[in-house]
Nanobody, 115 residues
Framework: QVQLVESGGGLVQSGGSLRLSCAAS????????MGWYRQAPGKSRELVAS???????NYADSVKGRFTISRDNGKNTVYLQMNSLKPEDTAVYSC?????????WGQGTQVTVSS
């Protein structure tokens, strides 16, 4: 069973930065794609950013130019660098790994941006 463990969440002021990490218990190179999702209170979960095994990235319009997803295959870790954070970025951020027809999820990490 693959495990994904997120870290790096916390409380930050508007305009600040955070870097989230997602450590996998197995090689992330075997995943077709990995991504970060978020869910704010009362809202549905949304894709924030994703990266394929070939390094192709995709971002939600709301975070383009502010967030950067990257992967370190040697460390089996995916990162989400978040800059210029806004209060509307407040949510639980979860890591996802897609392996064939299967989806694996981490437990989530809270990001709170104060105004």
């Amino acid at each position: 069973q693959v495990q994904l463990v997120e870290s790096g969440g916390g409380l930050v002021q508007s305009g600040g930065s955070l870097r989230l990490s997602c450590a996998a218990s197995s090689s992330i190179f075997s995943f077709n794609a990995m991504g970060w999702y978020r869910q704010a209170p009362g809202k549905s979960r949304e894709l924030v950013a994703s990266i394929t095994s070939g390094g192709v990235t995709n971002y939600a319009d709301s975070v383009k130019g502010r967030f950067t997803i990257s992967r370190d295959n040697g460390k089996n870790t995916v990162y989400l660098q978040m800059n210029s954070l806004k209060p509307e970025d407040t949510a639980v951020y979860s890591c996802n790994g897609r392996w064939g027809p299967f989806d694996f999820w981490g437990q989530g990490t809270q990001v709170t941006v104060s105004s």
